[in-house]
């Protein structure tokens, strides 16, 4: 059983595991005549194997109780996912680097503050969402395709929040 | 000039121009366990040409006056655009079918409610991004690559809002 406390989410402490999307910490540059700024390819969309493609997906999420008691990670490994908050929602993530196993010295915990979106790179173990406190809407884009890109992997893992 | 009173928008009216993007209408299935319910596929994301990929990007845009006059519209022949909407702003939408010259029969303006985001169809003809009320931010989902992807079409066009 390994227990971890959820650190705030940042995108250096993100980076092994994928990209996170916050225009507040994001470089911009001006179109549409300066009407908008343009936060310019902020994740690395995968997508593997044969006939891929990219999918654009609303996932709804109904919140996780605290702690957060976890019997497994999953990967897509021929995809990348990203999940972006539809509502200010603040969600847990748990992520392990990619590998065929996963060490539990290696396992991290990050919480979002509700302006964060995050991309798992394709491979990256990670806890399925978790949203807080409400139903949560996320808008996730993600990769179709043939074959396999779906694992779970057992772990038994409980996170809580800093008080 | 071509005057036009932005409708309501419905996934039927804008079939022509791309996809809604609305998990109130969408169907879904449940996922995690059933913890989360996924609405799968909402749009065609389309990448032509070389080197082509997804780019998921923020824009930060700024509030439109109303009634709102437009010079031209864009279209994106390499590629979709979609905007999904971050702290459930409306925007005005103008679009005309794809073509190498604009109908002003068959421009049309809708509006969105806030919860909506919609996915241009490559080559649609589409104004800029037109937010209400106060500075919007979207999530946008679009195409990287080699070679212009971006054409400019002038037109009159004011757009009002029903009372």
Known sequence: MLTLEAKLLTADAFAPFGDVLDARTSASYPINAGRTQRHHDLAKVETLGDNAHTLI??????P???PLSLTFLERHPQGSQAFMPLRQERFIIVVA????TIALDEVQAFVTDGR???NYRAGTWHAIQSVLEREGEFLVVDRGGDGNN?????????VTLAQ
Chains 1, 2 share one sequence.
């Open 97 to 100: 680097p990619p590998g065929e």
């Open 150 to 158: 779906c694992d779970e992997y057992p772990l038994d893992v409980t």
């Open 64 to 66: 996780v109780s605290l």
């Open 116 to 118: 964060q979106g995050v």
């Open 57 to 62: 997906n609303i996932f709804v999420s109904q």
